[in-house]
């Protein structure tokens, strides 16, 4: 540790040593950064797939971070290391949900969106409130450390939040069914969303108890937070489409202005909400939705190569960072080991919640769609495997230090990190085992499947011909409603929005319209 000694010279505490001090601790981070971009290469090319690239780097942080807690590493180069909330929240987290949302496939997600909404909405509350439930009651029969039920809704929502950056890698690389692929990461992306605001709307409950607020208001206060957050972003996405269709930026001698612009837009959606109390996630998820469908297009060529790869490589950045980030502070973090039991059992009832979740919702979807669009079960089970826990539940947990009394947040955030470490390491390692094992990668999954699946990456609806059952009907019905309403947007997006806001015509964006064909159903 001789490279880490501040010189005996300076004296404790002064700017010299401070700078030092820093310096040290950033040139750390940058070597861990590279260390897990060069270990993720070598383990994808040799097709490595029991250790993902999340994984390499959250056990970077760890083994660093156990090395600088065992030895005597100066307090002000560990500073430098500390997870901060706010750090992730308004750094970190905004370029990874403005990618996910900028790289979004409309096609596949969108013929998907009923099922993805139904997952991540309502599935998100119900894994949140059995959860909940469940803590509270194995608290009650004294099987672990009881806390208060408004604060087992709140573990319930953060522990709610899946993060399943490695089992998409996972997909990627194994090449599985698109259909399985878009339900993973829509869910995952609106999933994040749903638990902050579920989380922040519990606290609000909690820290309002006195004032004897009613369930409704409750619902009345989450509808707000992230229906505004929605329209926030989907109005900022707008209003950059007509700027850069009208303010004339793409010619040769301006085009950085054009990307500088493009590049604040987000961060200008993301801050916009969490100023006015709403939740920056959603925002800046629909920004990136509407950005790439209407903004994009109005970049000259040169521009959209940039902001494409831009946002792609900070996006790339800020993962791999948060993965070394959490794992470095996870080793050097105060823990509550004394509460065994309630780690034990919150993993056992996160399971069950997930289950209560993935089934009850995929049974709820598929009574509406016919059978050749039904989530088989397989993909259920994939589903329910997926749901790792990551970066957002453990700064949630973190939050939870500072918002709960002593004690109970400290073991909800040991609880998290152990969920966190469990599910990221062992998990996302057998991820590609469990995609074999159900035949659900490559060419193994449902020849009659593979059949019906068109270029458009979408599940295709069959002939009603030969139907005669009354359940058939009812089918037959409910589609044909869905398909009203896909078509009035189609045909709203393409006449009325894309020619309003992009230089485009409608007929020349056809090809690329948000939804594809409604023949194909949307549910």
């Known amino acids: 540790m001789e490279a880490l000694q501040i010189s005996p010279t300076e004296p404790r505490g002064s700017p010299g040593k401070e700078q030092q001090a820093a310096g040290v601790g950033i040139l750390l981070q940058i070597m861990m950064l590279v260390l897990s971009f060069v270990l993720g290469h070598v383990l994808r090319r040799h097709r490595f797939y029991y250790l993902p690239e999340a994984s390499a780097s959250l056990l970077i942080g760890l083994i660093v971070g156990g090395l600088a807690n065992i030895s005597n590493t100066e307090t002000n180069i560990r500073a430098w290391f500390n997870f901060h909330e706010e750090f992730f929240l308004l750094f970190l987290l905004p370029p990874i949900i403005f990618q996910s949302g900028f790289s979004l496939q409309p096609k596949p997600f969108f013929s998907n969106f009923g099922a993805i909404i139904t997952f991540a909405i309502l599935g998100t509350f119900i894994a949140s409130v059995v959860t909940g439930i469940l803590v509270y009651l194995g608290g ?108 004339g930026l793409d010619i040769d001698n301006l085009q950085n202005l054009e990307c500088c612009l493009f590049v604040l837009f987000p961060y200008f959606s993301y801050m916009l909400a969490e100023g006015l109390g709403l939740s ?137 990190t152990a969920i966190v470490v469990l599910t990221v390491l062992l998990i996302g390692g057998s991820t590609g085992t469990m995609l074999e094992a159900l035949q659900v990668v490559g060419d193994g999954h449902d020849n009659s499947l593979s059949e019906r699946f068109e270029g458009n990456n979408g599940y295709v609806v069959p002939s009603y011909e030969g139907e005669e059952s009354s359940s058939g009907n009812r089918f037959k019905m409910r589609l044909k409603e869905f398909h009203k309403s896909t078509t009035s947007f189609t045909a709203l997006d393409r006449n009325y929005l894309t020619p309003f806001f992009t230089t485009q015509s409608g007929e020349d964006d056809e090809n690329d319209e948000l939804f594809h064909d409604p023949r194909r159903g949307n549910f």
């Not at 450390?145 to 939040?161: D, H, N, Q, R």
């Not at 490589?313 to 993965?323: K, Y």
């Not at 049974?363 to 329910?384: C, D, E, S």
Request: hydrophobic share 50%.
């Open 140 to 247: 009650v029969m004294f099987l672990m450390y009881k806390l208060p039920f408004v604060e087992c809704l709140m573990f319930g929502a953060l522990i709610s939040a899946t993060d399943p950056v490695t089992v998409l890698s996972i997909f990627q690389e194994l090449g599985t069914d698109v259909n399985l692929y878009a339900l993973v990461f829509g869910e995952s992306v609106l999933n994040d969303a749903m638990a902050i605001s579920l989380y922040r709307t519990m606290s609000l409950v909690r820290s309002n108890m006195s004032s004897g607020q009613n369930f409704l208001m409750i619902i009345v206060r989450f509808l707000e937070t992230f229906v505004g957050s929605m329209s926030a972003g989907v109005g900022v996405g707008f209003t950059s489409a007509l700027l850069f269709k009208y303010a």
């Open 280 to 416: 920056g996630i959603v925002s800046i998820l629909f920004t990136g939705i509407v950005m790439k469908h209407y903004s994009y297009s109005n970049l000259s060529d040169n521009s959209q190569k940039f902001v494409s790869a831009f946002f792609h490589l900070i996006s790339s950045l800020a993962e791999t960072f948060v993965f070394i980030y959490m794992g470095f502070d996870i080793a050097m973090e105060q823990h509550s080991w004394s509460h065994v039991g309630f780690i034990f059992f919150s993993i056992l009832f996160i399971g069950i919640a997930r289950a209560a979740n993935v089934f009850s919702c995929g049974y709820l979807v598929n009574m509406f769609r016919p059978v050749h669009r039904q989530i088989p079960p397989k993909h259920q089970k994939a589903l329910w495997y997926s749901g790792l826990r990551g970066a957002m539940a453990f700064a949630l947990a973190l939050q939870s230090v500072h918002d709960l009394p002593e004690g109970h947040g400290q073991t909800i955030f040991t609880a998290t």
